[in-house]
C-alpha cells in the first residue's frame, strides 16, 4: 500500500517537473497598456516550446486511451491538462509578443511625448490621423 503511494506520488512529481516548456522557456511581452510608453523590451516569439507542449499534450491523451490502469489513466490526463495549459501559455504570449515587436517595427510608431501623456496606438502599430497630428501640434506651441 505504502510502495503505491510512493510510486503514484513520484508520478505525479515528475508530469508537474516534466510539464510547461512555454511556462520555463517564453518571456511574455510587456504588458499591453505601457506598450506606447516601452522602447523595447525582449519577449520570445518562437512557437517551439509551445509546440513541444502541444505534442506532449497530445500523447498523455494518447497514452490514457490506450492504457486500462486507472491510475496510469489520470496521470496520463493530468500530465495532459498541464502540458496543455502551458501550450495556451505560449501561444497566447508568442503571439502577443509577436504583434509587440511589429508595433516596434512599424514606421508610423510615435513614443510618448514626455509630459503630454501616451499617443493612442491602434493595433499593429497604425496611427489614427489626429494621433499623427498631436505631436506635431503640441510641438509648434
Known amino acids: 500500500m505504502r510502495t503505491q503511494f510512493i510510486f503514484k506520488f513520484a508520478v505525479f512529481l515528475t508530469l508537474v517537473a516534466a510539464s510547461g516548456c512555454s511556462w520555463i522557456f517564453v518571456k511574455p511581452p510587456p504588458p499591453q497598456d505601457v506598450w506606447p510608453r516601452v522602447g523595447w523590451a525582449e519577449c520570445s516569439d518562437s512557437k517551439v516550446a509551445p509546440v513541444l507542449d502541444t505534442i506532449f499534450a497530445a500523447s498523455g ?81
Open 61 to 141: 491523451v494518447i497514452g490514457a486511451v490506450q492504457t486500462s490502469d486507472s491510475t496510469a489513466r489520470l496521470s496520463s490526463l493530468l500530465g495532459a491538462g498541464l502540458w496543455g495549459l502551458s501550450a495556451w501559455y505560449g501561444y497566447s504570449n508568442t503571439a502577443k509578443c509577436a504583434e509587440f515587436q511589429e508595433l516596434k517595427h512599424h514606421s508610423d510608431w510615435v513614443p510618448a511625448v514626455p509630459g503630454q501623456g501616451a499617443v493612442r496606438v491602434e493595433r499593429l502599430g497604425r496611427l489614427s490621423e489626429s494621433d499623427r497630428a498631436a505631436p506635431a501640434a503640441a510641438s509648434s506651441r
